[in-house]
């Protein structure tokens, strides 16, 4: 909060990835999301904050159509990627989540090798033309996810045998060895401890330079410190949607005041 | 006394004991059963234990022993010179017991006054002659040491039989009055039931590893007689199987290797159906199938393991094999001879096989953590992409423990074999010949008339061994192979 000014700067330059418009979320009778107008920036961090089952993650899971592979969810609405309908018939959900990837709640690492769990998505694509190259793709993703010092040495030691940190670290790696375009994470610090968080957090603070950002979280304080807009949901209703810094210090809705301070959630 | 009356004496005293323990506990306490440290029904089953326990292990034990006991007084009662050239001293024995049992029987009938039966100086021409005359099989004249052994093992089996029963009863009466005795409001009543279940459900358990252990044994001493009476380097390293079926011996040749080579031929095949099928039935019913049609399919494919093997084996025999033969036989490929071939025995096998596969991968693959699957998905990666590169190895060493199950079955199976793939040992490569394997001659060899002694017989233990030990060396390497990856995946 204490660089407010040069967000503000940054967010009046960056255009819109995402548009999210008068979305609907059924889960057989649920109705888990209520008329949702998100406009998700590029090269910003997004941050969905609201108490639990207010449909954040919900709406998290609808910008790459991890909903999907659920039989009893229904999507209504428009949501669009670069200006393009996302749930268009002509879009393959595959496609999309090279495009836009995710970080789950709870560490997920293949029971594959190190390296192996980095190198899965570039393989899938076809994205590098031979080994060196995948190397290097490897390389890059492990640095990127901060996490290339403490495993170069042991690539092929199995991803699941690292800490929980290290295996969020990777998981994000993992990530963005596809080079999407925005980065969905769930709530990717729930399952780690203080310092694994604030290492995880240095890291989306760096992702920012080159994708767009979007992250649910429980932690007020971490909205408040790595993300440049936040969205308050309540009971499946955006409430608010704006500056982070904006939303944390003068709150136009009541609800988001009395969240924020604790009241409610 | 039969055994079954001391059994319901015992059972009586108990449930006696039972009703005087519950009531003599709650006399203690007043009538209150909040004054008691225990419910009252742990009074009365304390007393009850305590009854039928000691009395039930001293009749078991005393069950074991007593025979032994006796073979041996009444074998030292005949002099060696009643032992026959030729003969040994458990022959002898046998005839006395036969004789002892025939006796009673002739007396029982009347064909044998009972004085003449007990008299030790009674004439031995009369009593062979009322022992033929009541239907006992008498192999040759008895003889009179014989005759004396067999009346002295009559008369000490009798009082043997007569003392166990009374001390059996006395001991319950001891223990139930130990327990009715001990019984009071203090008394931690539920604390020594417990006891007893805990002892309960460890000797289930010991009895079934001793079962195994005597199975086992039983098999070595048998293999260990057959390597007496026939070389195990033949045995093992022989390529002929074609045991004599006169009984005489020395003319067989019995050789496991053709034996091995069809058990191992039959089921690879049916391991070639089975696991291909077995696996993407199952990936399909996890992955793709809707809840209503795995709710369908799942049962009905389980429906396959519940087909008793002989129907396997007549479908085999009258489908199966002639449908090989139409294309495969004279008419067509002319490869085959017959319907029965290893073809036909290990398509059927590998029928069967598919519901373990099937199932057993189906509540494996079931279990891979749904965020793996979402982990794959999220990076854009297909169903089919997830399933062979993320869920399928996280499943790998539960499907490897299938399918290693499915071989051992395989390996084991018995039924199919005979009525599908004949009964020719023979050692080929072609499938569409007869082969059999090691279950089906350990059938044959023992369902002949063959003298037990005779190593045409005792070879079936030596085969038993042999897949003993292959299935349990599969077993232990499943297990190995199971723990291997597991460290890696988890």
């Known amino acids: 909060m204490n660089d407010m000014s040069r967000v503000e700067r940054q967010v009046d330059t960056n255009e819109i990835k995402l548009e999210c418009r008068d979305c609907q979320v059924y889960y057989g009778d649920t109705h888990a999301i209520k008329d949702v107008n998100v406009d998700i920036e590029d090269k910003t961090v997004t941050a969905f904050i609201g108490p639990s089952g207010c449909g954040k993650s919900t709406f998290l899971r609808c910008l790459n159509r991890m909903n999907d592979t659920i039989d009893v969810a229904r999507v209504m609405g428009s ?88 295996q969020q670290r990777l998981c994000i790696a993992r990530a963005v060895a596809t080079e999407p375009e925005v980065l969905l994470m ?30 649910v979280t429980h932690s007020m304080q971490q909205a408040a410190r790595v993300s440049q807009k936040t969205a308050f949901f309540h009971l499946g209703n955006l409430v608010e949607f704006g500056e982070t810094g904006q939303i944390f210090t003068n709150p136009e809705d009541p609800r988001t005041e009395s969240y924020i301070t604790g009241r409610i959630g | 006394m039969p055994i079954l009356w001391l059994f319901l004496i015992v059972a009586a005293i108990s449930v006696i004991g039972y009703a005087m323990g519950r009531s003599r506990a709650l006399q203690s306490a007043g009538g209150d059963i909040r004054g008691l440290h225990s419910l009252p029904n742990f009074y009365g089953a304390n007393v009850m234990l305590k009854t039928v326990v000691p009395a039930f292990g001293l009749l078991i034990i005393w069950l074991l022993v007593q025979p032994l006991y006796v073979d041996s007084q009444v074998s030292g009662l005949i002099p060696d010179t009643a032992i026959k050239e030729g003969s040994s001293r458990s022959l002898v024995m046998a005839e006395v017991r036969r004789a002892a049992s025939g006796l009673d029987a002739a007396v029982s009938q009347g064909q044998l006054p009972a004085s003449v039966a007990r008299d030790p100086n009674a004439d031995v021409a009369v009593v062979t002659q009322g022992l033929k005359d009541a239907g006992q099989v008498v192999t040759s ?99 002929t199987w074609s045991p004599s079926f006169s009984g005489r011996g020395g003319s067989s040749e019995l050789g496991i290797i053709p034996l091995l080579w069809g058990t191992f031929y039959i089921s690879i095949v049916a391991l070639l159906v089975a696991v291909p099928i077995g696996l993407f039935a199952a990936i399909y019913l996890s992955e793709y199938a809707s809840p209503r049609v795995r709710a369908f399919a799942k049962p009905l494919l389980e429906v396959l393991a519940g087909i008793p093997t002989i129907v396997y084996g007549l479908f085999a025999l009258l489908t199966v094999g002639p449908l090989l033969l139409d294309v495969f036989g004279d008419n067509g490929l002319g490869w085959m001879k017959a319907g029965t071939a290893v073809m036909t025995a290990g398509l059927v096998m590998g029928i069967m096989l598919i519901p373990f596969v099937s199932s057993l991968s189906d509540d494996i693959i079931n279990a891979v953590p749904q965020a793996m699957r979402d982990g794959s998905y999220g990076l854009g990666a297909t169903q089919s992409e997830t399933i062979r590169q993320v869920v399928l190895p996280a499943a790998l060493p539960g499907i490897v423990g299938a399918i ?78 199971v723990r291997k990856y597991r460290e890696q995946y988890e």
């Open chain 2, 141 to 239: 004249e008895i003889t009179q040491p014989i005759l004396n052994a067999a009346q002295s093992y009559t008369s000490m089996n009798a009082v043997g039989y007569s003392v166990m029963s009374v001390v059996v009863i006395l001991l319950a009466l001891a223990g139930a009055a130990i327990g009715w005795w001990q019984t009071h409001a203090d008394y931690r009543a539920r604390n020594v039931v417990e006891q007893g279940v805990r002892v309960l459900l460890l000797a289930a358990a010991s009895i079934a590893i001793l079962t195994t252990i005597g199975i086992v044994l039983s098999l070595v001493f048998n293999t260990w007689e057959f390597f007496k009476l026939y070389p195990a380097s033949d045995f093992f390293f022989g390529t």
């Open chain 2, 404 to 481: 290693l199950l499915a071989a051992s079955r395989a390996i084991g199976e018995t039924m199919i074999v005979v009525l599908g793939a004949g009964a020719a040992a023979r050692l080929s490569l072609n499938p569409f010949e007869a082969m059999t394997t090691v279950t089906a001659k350990i059938v044959s060899q023992l369902t002949g008339d063959a003298d037990f002694a005779s190593p045409e017989a005792l070879v079936a233990f030596a085969l038993g061994m042999t897949l003993f030990i292959l299935t349990l060396g599969l077993n232990v390497f499943a297990l190995y192979i």
């Open chain 1, 79 to 166: 949501f669009k990627l670069d200006g393009e309908d996302i749930y268009d018939k002509r879009v393959d959900p595959v496609q999309l989540r090279a495009k836009v990837g995710m970080v789950f709640q709870k560490p997920n690492p293949f029971p594959k090798s190190i390296y192996d769990n980095v190198a899965y998505g570039p393989r899938i694509h076809g994205l590098a033309k031979n080994k060196a190259e995948l190397d290097e793709i490897v390389e890059k993703s492990l640095r990127r996810g901060a996490i290339w010092d403490e495993v170069k040495d042991r690539l092929d030691a199995p991803g699941t045998g690292l800490s929980g940190g290290q």
């Open chain 1, 186 to 215: 769930d709530e990717p610090c729930s399952a780690l401890d203080p310092i694994a968080t604030a290492q995880v957090e240095e890291l989306i603070d760096e992702l920012r330079s080159r994708y767009s950002v979007v992250i």
